[in-house]
């Protein structure tokens, strides 16, 4: 099972970018999944999340910027990020939670994408 992100670049303050995390597996379940991000010297953070069901939740500091969507036929989450901010600079990671029959699997990490905004 591996998670592939992709998206990430250098963008203007102010633009946007459109993360993509692909699940390749047919054998899990895949339930919660999630966007966090690390910046040099700080601690790796969520970003946002979203359930099977389709639930979501956000970091206060991107709420209203971000999006974070699924398709679930796709295996595939993204994470659309407008009115960025030189302070989302980090590398963004993608998340998932596997279950196997009804019971809780892993979690497993994609190897993370670079995004830079700049002022």
Same mark, same amino acid.
Request: a positive charge; charged letters at 15%.
């Given at each position: 099972?591996?998670?592939?992100?992709?998206?990430?670049g250098?963008?203007?303050?102010?633009?946007?970018?459109?993360?993509?995390?692909?699940?390749?597996?047919?054998t899990?379940?895949? %339930?919660t999944?999630g966007?966090?991000r690390?910046a040099?010297?700080?601690?790796?953070?969520?970003?946002?999340?979203?359930?099977?069901?389709?639930?979501?939740?956000?970091?206060?500091?991107?709420?209203?910027?971000?999006?974070?969507?699924?398709? %679930?036929?796709? %295996?595939?989450?993204?994470?659309?990020?407008?009115?960025?901010?030189?302070?989302?600079?980090?590398?963004?990671?993608?998340?998932?939670?596997?279950?196997?029959?009804?019971?809780?699997?892993?979690?497993?990490?994609?190897?993370?994408?670079?995004?830079?905004?700049?002022?």
């Open positions: 099972v591996q998670l592939q992100e992709s998206g990430g250098l963008v203007q303050a102010g633009g946007s970018l459109r993360l993509s995390c692909v699940v390749s597996s047919s899990f379940t895949i %339930n999944m966007w966090y690390q040099p010297g700080k601690q790796r953070e969520l970003v946002a999340a979203i359930s099977g069901g389709g639930s979501t939740n956000y970091a206060d500091s991107v709420k209203g910027r971000f999006t974070i969507s699924r398709d %679930n036929a796709k %295996n595939t989450m993204y994470l659309q990020m407008n009115s960025l901010k030189p302070e989302d600079t980090a590398v963004y990671y993608c998340n998932a939670e596997l279950y196997y029959n009804g019971n809780y699997y892993s979690k497993i990490w994609g190897q993370g994408t670079q995004v830079t905004v700049s002022s």
